[in-house]
């Protein structure tokens, strides 16, 4: 028997979309646009299938994301699998889009430089050091524009990273972004939501915790400012790439804005770059991988996501899961989802943020072979920017 709640969540699976539902399979090899939503609705990774969709609520989009299917390595004998990035940034879009552009690069770079015969595959350390040079990277660019364009100092984003190499899945995290897997549960015959990310927003009392042990002599770490923690009234998150202005002091002076400036100078970061990681085995039982902003969360659960992508066709299914959280965000504000489509961005983010998802199916088979012979992808979120080359 259906609920009435599960009925209420799935039901976009069967109902018709004004938001580009006539794409046709196979036909978007770069993605699609229809207003402020871009789509790719399928297509093949090393380990399955995958789906991709971003709508847009800022002036400018400051969510971006990419999927990379092939080598991970710079090395032509090294490992191959599946890379997904979710960069959500805030303040502006220079850090998300700067991450887009040399994340996964360093990963591969750092990789050829320390590959050896016994560890040919990927690593958490591999993962936290290409973390850490984007950081350096993107710093030395505000520290370059510094004169010119101060604001650049405020701008940071979060990251969310998975890779799927060697049957194993690595979840590197720093920000608030969100992964949750799909997992089936034989005993109860239901796919169970498995939340794998940890989330460094200062809402979250071991965030806060943290912070105060990194921090012991300062009161002022955190604070409660209208009903929000916040990390030095500012800022939720406590972890990301960018914010130079909490990181280095010589950027938390003028010409920024006296609204990111701090009173009292600071002797060490009070953000971090480095990531969360887990990393664990794949098994048969686990069925799909949920990446997202943080947009989404706000208004749909792990299990709410999960049940929808467990019940809808594959195909389409990250815009199905956008178009829920839109009707959640259009409910909340007592308003019909056919009169929120009609607000344009800018004035949209008053009533949700923008949202990326990535749903990775997973094919334990493709996975266990560790090898792939189709064609390689690369794919920018919301750009249309693409390669597919055919191997």
């Known amino acids: 028997m259906v609920t009435a709640s599960i009925l209420r969540i799935v039901s976009p699976c069967w109902k018709p979309s004004v938001e580009g539902e006539d794409s046709e399979r196979g036909a978007d090899s770069c993605g699609r646009v229809d207003g402020l939503l871009w789509y790719k609705d399928t297509g093949n990774h090393v380990g399955g299938e995958f789906s991709m969709a971003v709508i847009q609520a800022n002036n400018l989009l400051e969510d971006h994301s990419q999927l990379e299917s092939g080598p991970l390595s710079s090395l032509e004998s090294g490992p191959q699998g599946t890379f997904v990035g979710i960069y959500d940034g805030h303040g502006g879009p220079e850090a998300a889009r700067f991450v887009n552009k040399r994340l996964f ?120 400012k209208h009903k929000v923690w916040r990390v030095k009234g500012i800022i939720q998150i406590s972890r990301s790439i960018g ?62 996501a999960v049940d929808i992508v467990h019940n809808c066709p594959r195909n389409g299914v990250a815009r199905k899961l956008v178009k829920a959280a839109l009707r959640e965000a259009a409910k909340k504000r007592e308003m019909r989802y056919s009169d929120l489509k009609k607000i344009d961005r800018g004035v949209r983010r008053h009533f949700h943020d923008d949202i990326t998802v990535i749903v990775l199916f997973l094919d334990s088979y493709l996975i266990s072979r560790g090898s792939w012979h189709g064609p390689l992808m690369s794919i920018k979120g919301g750009t249309g920017i693409c390669g597919v080359v055919t191997t």
């Open 105 to 224: 690069d360093n990963i591969k770079t750092i990789h050829g430089a320390e590959f050896t015969s016994e560890n040919h595959g990927m690593s958490a350390d591999v993962i936290t050091k290409a973390f850490l040079e984007t950081e350096e990277e993107f710093l030395t660019l505000v520290r370059n524009q510094w004169q010119i364009k101060p604001q650049i100092a405020s701008v940071g984003s979060c990251c969310l990273v998975g890779v799927i190499c060697s049957g194993l899945l690595y979840i590197a995290n720093a920000g608030d972004s969100r992964v949750v897997l799909g997992r089936l549960d034989d005993d109860v015959k239901e796919v169970k939501a498995v939340q794998l990310s940890y989330e460094h927003n200062a809402s979250i009392e071991s965030v806060r915790e943290e912070l105060h042990s990194l921090h012991p002599d300062d009161p002022q770490i955190v604070v409660l």
């Open 243 to 304: 914010d130079a202005y909490l990181k280095n002091t010589e950027f938390n002076r003028e010409p920024l804005l006296p609204k990111f400036r701090l009173p009292e100078p600071f002797h060490k970061p009070i953000l971090k770059a480095e990531p969360t990681i887990l990393v664990q085995k794949l098994y048969p039982e686990d069925q799909f991988l949920i990446f997202a902003s943080d947009g989404l969360w706000e208004h749909l659960s792990n299990q709410e």
